[in-house]
């Protein structure tokens, strides 16, 4: 189906969204114009402001369907493996690192606090729900409920270490000798060491 064909059957704001993230991975968040995106999925530089607001609205359009699609990556990454196993809990963190790696470029839209994200409640609640996968296998790795709140701690433990090596990766900051690890035996060194150990255990 062309560009202009999708458009008349209604997917438009689809299309629009999958060439702004295009154009955020070549040129970065603020590198791509709404006429550009326009011109890719086949109509006149107004059509996009019969679906979006303004560019702010369009990037974070693009921001939401990340989110979304990070998280659906990380609930299948976990779901490889038994419930409750160290191994869930890694696969996790991987897929969120692939996911970096992966599109460097909406992974920094998503958690550079673009324009307006702080004001956003569907952005922020797609952010709990990514934070939510992480949440669920930690309560079932430690067998504690989900609002526990040595789960939510440990969750958020993992969640910054993961995040802070997405972000050494896509920085180019990994190249160090004492970076040079796989990164499964680093996620499943991170997530046994913040899991093994129970305050009075």
Known sequence: ??????YHHGDLRAQLIEAVRDLVETHGPDGFSVA????????????????FKDRPD?????????MDRLRVAMEQAAAA??????????????????FARTEPGVFRL?????EGHENAPDLQEKGECCF?????????????????PLVQRRAY????FVHGHSFLHIDGKTRVSAARIDDWLYLTEISK????TLPGA
């Open 110 to 114: 998503v958690f550079g606090l673009t």
């Open 36 to 51: 550009e995106a326009a011109r890719r999925a086949g109509v006149s530089s107004a059509a996009p402001y019969k679906h």
């Open 1 to 6: 189906m062309t560009p202009k064909a999708a």
């Open 193 to 196: 060491g913040v899991l093994a």
């Open 58 to 66: 369009i990037l974070r359009a693009v921001a939401g369907e990340g």
């Open 81 to 98: 493996h038994p419930v409750g196993s160290l191994e869930a809990v890694a696969a996790i963190g991987l897929a969120y690192v692939d």
């Open 157 to 160: 433990m993992l969640w910054s």
């Open 132 to 148: 939510g996968v992480v949440v669920k296998a930690v309560a079932d790795r430690l067998k504690r409920p989900t609002n526990d």
